[in-house]
């Protein structure tokens, strides 16, 4: 079991990974806020204006 880290550059929430299995970069950080899951990009709005296209557990904002 790993901690939870939100990518700085994507905002994808991984867990126990040292690179973002998103986006490839280094930026993970454990201090994250507003968590959204987004089940299917296709139909939210949320994955629309943060132009997520995978499902997944996204941070809002990364700190
Ligand atoms: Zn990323």
């Not at 993970?28 to 296709?42: K, R, Y």
Request: charged share 30%.
């Amino acid at each position: 079991m790993g901690t939870d880290k939100a990518c700085r550059n994507c905002g994808f929430i991984s867990s126990g990974q040292q690179v973002c299995p998103r986006c490839k970069t280094h930026t993970l950080s454990d201090d994250f806020t507003s968590v959204v899951i987004i089940i299917d990009p296709e139909k939210s709005e949320i994955a629309k204006r943060l132009n997520i296209k995978e499902p997944g557990k996204y941070a809002l904002k990364v700190r």
